[in-house]
């Protein structure tokens, strides 16, 4: 029975342990830094609890469904509250909510005249065809306006990535978007026409997905999935030198080697470029790895991947402190509005037990691509500046009851257009390294969801790729 080694121990590299070891796999997790869960982390404190990172995770794929109730977990699981839909767009300095229909699109106030005159033309745009790789502001001014760039989607592009929509890939950063012009030569029509393909997946589009947490927070599900790995999982441990054997790989993490069938990459990609790898010497004279110089530089080339900072600022206020109603899920504000924030989630709208009876809880994200400087004030700073925009758009006076925050000095990577090449790069490291496998947020997607999925994947892959297929372990 091959044993599989796993570098990081964020949500994928759990995920992938956790279904690997039912499939009756060796697995050791090998973690650099003292807990598991990555971003993942939530603290209760004074009747309010704040996540460090994500708030949700989108239900996209039954996957997700089905690890929570492989981890014995649906007891604890928690829809968000169904009277907390709505979401908000700012727009003339004042959140408005998002339509929810056709008719509530006609008659919003969120969109002039001109760019609602722009939807409605969209399905009769050719759809462009020569393979040139846009950027996903270019699409959306190619096939709508400059208006709908600026005033939606550069507030949904820093909800996800943080990131700039005139530097993101489209095909890249939002596949599926692409994937509708293709298919059905336009966004409008896949809408319509593609519903049935997306039943017979069992995906579900990030903007119609279940959205749930856990009754203490996200915090539970590396928690769990950690608890079922007992001593395979090895923190503060981190490993610095991957080197192919005959048989499988050694790797090098603390002060010892340890050899092992094969290896999954679940970290940064920044990490993976200061990762040495190394091909035994018979096998790189037959060029199946490459040489040491040339596995480094390639991977070097991984450090070029962007990952802006990004820093979470939780707020807690007397309900009679703020004059938004703030039921709903939240608000996302475009750059041209000119605020610092990029959007702000109500947390305690979504879930019972976030805050204190007679309290809100107001989660805001600052920094990204857009203000990268602002995520690195220090924290009376971060709640100072987010504070300051809150009193505009939500009407907060006083002061905060509740303040958390958490900076992410590199925290999510963009897929920027030519990201393809970096994919690229890590097909090939597999093909020509048997037994090494690349799995994450750098790779399959940026969110929580993407990331349980891709945890999932790589141990059905793995699996596949080292279990007997006589039905004997």
Known sequence: MKSVAIIGAGITGLTAAFYLKRQGMPVTVFEAGGRAGGVIQSIRKDGFLAEFGPNTILETSPKIAQLVRDAGLESRKLATNPKAEARYVVRYGRPIEMPGSPLGFITTPLFTAKAKFAVLREPFIKPRRDGVEESIGQFVVRRFNQEFLDHAIDALVAGIYAGDPNKLSLPHAFPKLKALEDNYGSMIKGQI?????????????????????????????????????????????????????????????????????????????????????????????????????????????????SY???????????????????????????????????????????????????????????????????????PEQLVETVLADLRVLLGVSGKPVFTHTKTWPKAIPQYNVGYGKYRQLLTDLETKSPGLFFAGHYRDGVSLGDSIVSGVNIAERVGKTFLPTDGHR
Not at 328 to 350: N, Q
Request: hydrophobic share 40%; charged share 20%.
């Open 308 to 378: 802006p900072p990004v820093s979470a600022v939780v707020l807690g206020f007397r309900r009679e402190d703020v004059v938004h109603s703030c039921n709903g899920f939240g608000m996302l504000i475009p750059k041209i509005e000119g605020f610092k924030i990029l959007g702000t989630i109500f947390s305690s709208a979504l879930f019972p037990n976030r805050a204190p009876s007679g309290h809100i809880t107001l989660t805001s994200y600052i920094g990204g691509a857009r203000y990268p400087e602002l995520a690195l004030l220090p």
């Open 193 to 305: 026409f593609g519903e049935r393909d997306r039943k017979k997946s069992g995906e579900v589009a990030k903007d119609r997905a279940a959205k749930f947490s856990f009754d203490v927070g996200l915090q539970v599900l590396p928690e769990t999935l950690a608890a079922h790995l007992g001593d395979s999982l090895k923190l503060n441990t981190p490993v610095t030198k991957l080197t192919q054997i005959a048989d499988g790989w050694r790797v090098t993490a603390g002060q010892g080697e340890t050899e092992f069938g094969a290896v999954i990459y679940c970290g940064t990609a920044y990490k993976l470029a200061e990762m040495e790898i190394e091909g035994a010497p018979s096998i790189a004279r037959h060029e199946a790895v490459g040489t040491r110089a040339e596995q480094c530089s390639a991977l070097r080339a991984l450090s070029e991947i």
